[in-house]
């Protein structure tokens, strides 16, 4: 899953990817460690601090099997509830994805929910192992990311070794980072921190809110500790049949139609990009350039992959639509790269520990699950999906290819099992592409008691609490009451809303306040991770 993915085109690896049932992956869901009380203090972040946030670190084990040995610390922020003692509702942890994705700023996102249906949680944002304020935190090679990529399709051996090396040197520089955490990095290693976080607040339960990758350390988290779960809101759904391997391929497809279909609205806005009136002209036109940039990067450093990173964000979103088409049309009509540059400089920072979501992502991908051992694998199924979704697949690959000189050992995946969970919220658009709406509808099927909510033919990706009131009311009703819409017999949603609705070109930029959530969200939304 790129920055973290419905198509039965996608060849099967039969073993070679393989699961076990949930006793047989993990040790004991009881661990004899006992987290210390929480002690909560101001927070030193000024944003965080600004919207009543405390902040507090939790001491847990690197190693559940080994509790008394080395220790991590997962950072920790709170906003408290406001109602009543007697309406009080619980603890509410909540994770933004990634694998990677750094949550303290989450512990704002009560404020968004309806009705102030939030107002009786504590909100809990922490940033999981190895990321962000946590410690230790992951970094391995803060250039990876940079300038002077070779283009992502191998079309010769050479692309196709300068890739290796650079695959392989990674994932050398994050074992000598990460050393004996890099096999500590798996999602149930996170799902037992999340259960750590619940002790140390001294909470019976947990309500938890998921979004993207969040999906499935919910999905882990109820299958290890059912009777530990109160309410979950799950937003982009991972399908827990497919992970890692297989789900990335299922994005590829996913992507190569969403970016049409972007493509295709920009052609419909020919008056403000003319870059074609129809959107196989602009396809066209964007392979076109793809080639040229491999010649000549725009302004010395735009190549075909900088490219291609930059339209992967309106894959994810329709957030940011109207920048990348307007950065692209100053390319196109004007030769002036700044517009792209910026866009590419925004998501892809080259400073100091600005690989943690990269270096993290990889640490628990290429861990949770088996990948083939086999480079011919791999090349065979990114070039049969790469001849039917050329858009992405192979930047997709190389994404992930440090996980095939990992240092960490993987183990097979976890078989999630929802039949004992109580009623939990689903969310998802039905053209999401980083988590295919066919993931949805498998998680719906192994938990009995869940209800799903479509965004009927939208192709934002995990975008709840962002203005679409039939979602986020029914997310209301949900945290209020523990009431969700009535489940249908069939293979299908129980709800359908309108989704997001796409931007006209010259209106406002999606905005907010100062809220750390808001532009943690902002950043999600608009860079694709």
Avoid at 75 to 93: D, E, F, I, W
Avoid at 400 to 414: D, F, H, L, T, Y
Avoid at 462 to 482: E, M, R
Wanted: with cysteine; aromatic share 10%.
């Amino acid at each position: 899953m790129k920055r973290i993915w419905a198509a039965a085109t996608v060849v099967a690896l039969g073993a070679a990817v393989a699961t076990v049932t949930s006793a047989e992956a993990a040790p004991s869901a009881t661990s004899s460690y006992v987290p210390a009380p929480i002690s909560w203090r101001s927070c030193a972040e000024i944003s965080l601090k600004a919207q009543g946030a405390e902040c507090t670190s939790v001491a847990v084990p690197m190693d559940y099997a080994n509790p008394g040995g080395a220790k991590i610390e997962l950072a920790v922020a709170r906003v408290k509830h406001t109602v009543p003692s007697a309406k009080y509702q619980g603890v509410m942890l909540v994770n933004p994805g990634g694998p990677g994705g750094a949550g303290r700023s989450m512990a704002t996102l009560g404020s968004h929910v309806p009705r102030q249906a939030g107002d009786a949680y504590d909100w809990i944002g922490f940033d999981p192992r190895g990321v962000g304020a946590s410690k230790p935190k992951l970094t391995c090679d803060s250039n990876y990311g940079g300038y002077n990529r070779p283009p992502y399709v191998p079309v010769t051996p050479a692309l196709e070794n300068r890739w290796h090396a650079r695959a392989k040197q990674y994932a050398a520089a994050c074992a000598k980072a990460g050393g004996p955490l890099l096999d500590h990095m798996r999602t149930e290693d996170s799902v037992r921190d999340i259960d750590s976080i619940r002790q140390a607040l001294g909470a019976a339960t947990i309500n938890f809110y998921g979004f993207s990758y969040g999906t499935y350390l919910g999905q882990v988290y109820a299958t290890r500790f059912p009777e530990r779960v109160r309410r979950m809101v799950l937003d982009g759904n991972v399908n827990p049949g497919r992970v890692w391997y297989q789900s990335n391929l299922d994005q590829d497809v996913a992507f190569d139609r969403n970016i049409k279909i972007y493509f295709s609205w920009l052609a419909k806005q020919d008056a403000t990009f003319h870059l074609g009136r129809d959107g196989k002209a602009v396809e066209a036109l964007y392979y076109r350039q793809l080639a040229a940039l491999a010649a000549k990067p725009a302004g010395g450093v735009i190549g075909p992959a900088e490219l291609t990173d930059i339209f992967l964000q309106p894959g994810y979103y329709i957030f940011g639509w109207e920048q990348v088409g307007r950065a692209f049309s100053n390319w196109v009509l004007k030769k002036d790269p700044a517009g792209l540059k910026k866009l590419y400089d925004d998501n892809n920072p080259q400073t100091p520990g600005s690989d943690n979501n990269y270096a993290v992502y990889l640490a628990v991908q290429c861990t949770d699950a088996l990948w083939p051992d086999k480079w011919s694998t791999w090349s065979k199924t990114n070039w049969q999906v790469y001849h039917k979704a050329p858009f992405e697949t192979w930047g997709n690959a190389w994404y992930n290819a440090p996980c095939r000189n990992w240092g960490g050992k993987a183990k097979p995946a976890v078989e999630v099992d929802g039949a004992k969970v109580p009623p939990l919220l689903l969310l998802s658009e039905t053209l999401d592409a980083a988590t295919p709406y066919t993931g949805s509808l498998e998680v719906r099927r192994r938990f009995p008691q869940s209800v799903l909510i479509e965004g009927v033919n939208g192709t934002t990706h995990a975008g709840s609490l962002f203005g679409n009131a039939c979602v986020d009311g029914a997310i209301a009703d949900y945290l209020a009451t523990g009431a969700l819409p009535k489940r249908v017999a069939g293979i299908h949603s129980d709800k359908q809303c309108k989704p997001l609705a796409p931007p006209a070109p010259g209106q406002p930029a999606l905005k907010r306040s100062a809220d750390p959530y808001d532009r943690l969200r902002l950043q999600q939304l608009v860079s694709g991770h």
